[in-house]
């Protein structure tokens, strides 16, 4: 019988958990061709969402959790998931019921027929902000601008994987994780199926501006380093126009003598290269930062209690 194991990320979502486990107790009660794993990780919740699970747990033996010591983060929280998934393929999906749990039954369908990771896109965003998707937006065609991989733009976290592509995943360790690029990075043969995003069944979204600014700027500095180079770029375009603008004003004083004129396109001039070395000096400093938190090589994360052990990746089992 085969295996598969639902990821479920949660952080601080008390609210929701039960609920979660019942819609997937019956989406999965119809596909008795397989073997289910729920695996809950407990990305360091403030409120008693680990409680919860361990009742759950209790009463079902299909539920395992892995609790972090901290809040590490949705992405780290799922590569946590990827390192003790025991399944044939993993599927994971958000603890807010989101995503509609009965999207599985389709993946598993896709999976079966030869696919290695069935991703859902998207095809409306219930109960979110129009800057919120505007912004999304425009993000992803700049982002799909600078990176040589193809970006999936509304295909999100929701998918199913297959055992080749979290032994893929669970390779990749860096700290700056961008897990929808590394999706795309490691290849393998995708299938797009959609969905209809719900409204979250309840608590709030973990998901600040800010955060996703920082999401955001991981995703481009993990993926491209365009922005390195393009501060030669413009720095030849700059000096090439500093060159002309001298040859000017030479021709200029030698035919009509000097003058003590041109404060202000000094300053004009002073202050242009000054903003533009600033901003490419916090570029170069952007990426500095990364590698000096890679080169740390730390863990992920840090686990404070587990229902099983990590899977190791040459594993044998019958
Ligand atoms: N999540 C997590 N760690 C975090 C933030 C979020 O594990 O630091 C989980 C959260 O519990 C949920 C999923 O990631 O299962 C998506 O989060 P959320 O619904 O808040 O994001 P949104 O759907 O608004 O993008
Ligand atoms: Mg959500």
Excluded at 162 to 183: F, H, N, P, S, V
Excluded at 235 to 240: E, P, R
Aim: net charge neutral; aromatic share 12%.
């Amino acid at each position: 019988m085969k295996r598969i194991t639902i990821l479920i990320p949660a952080y601080n979502e008390s609210e929701v958990i039960e609920q979660m486990h019942e819609v997937l107790s019956q989406t999965c009660s119809k596909l008795s061709r397989y073997q289910f794993e729920f695996l809950f990780v407990n990305d360091g919740s403030s409120d008693n969402t680990i409680d919860l699970i361990k009742i759950l747990a209790e009463k079902d033996e299909r539920v395992q959790y892995v609790d972090l010591s901290r809040n590490f983060g949705k992405e780290i929280a799922m590569s946590a998931g990827f390192d003790y998934a025991k399944g044939d393929a993993v599927v994971i999906i958000d603890a807010d019921l989101q995503q509609p749990p009965e999207t599985i039954e389709e993946m598993i369908y896709w999976w079966e027929q030869g696919y290695d990771d069935v991703y859902a896109t998207r095809e409306e965003r219930k109960g979110e902000s129009g800057l919120k998707k505007l912004t999304s937006k425009l993000y992803y065609k700049m982002l799909q601008k600078v990176t040589k991989e193809r970006i999936y733009p509304n295909a999100g976290d929701f998918r199913l994987l297959d055992r080749k592509c979290i032994d893929a995943l669970k390779q990749l360790r860096e700290q700056a994780r961008y897990t929808k690029g590394m999706y795309a990075w490691i290849g393998f043969k995708k299938k797009e199926i959609s969905y209809v995003a719900e409204p979250r069944a309840g608590g709030e979204t973990k998901w600040k501006l800010s955060s996703l600014w920082l999401l955001a700027i991981d995703g481009i500095t993990a993926y491209s380093t365009l922005p390195l180079k393009v501060w030669s770029i413009i720095g030849t375009i700059i000096s090439l126009l500093g060159f002309v603008y001298l040859l000017i004003e030479i021709g200029k004083t030698l035919i009509y003598g000097s003058d003590v004129a041109g404060y202000p396109s000094m300053l004009a001039g002073i202050l242009l290269l000054g903003g533009i070395q600033l901003i490419s000096l916090g570029v170069i400093g952007e990426y500095l930062g990364r590698v000096f938190v890679e080169t740390k090589g730390r863990p992920l994360y840090f686990v404070q209690e587990s229902s099983k052990e990590k899977k190791l990746s040459v594993e044998k089992e019958q």
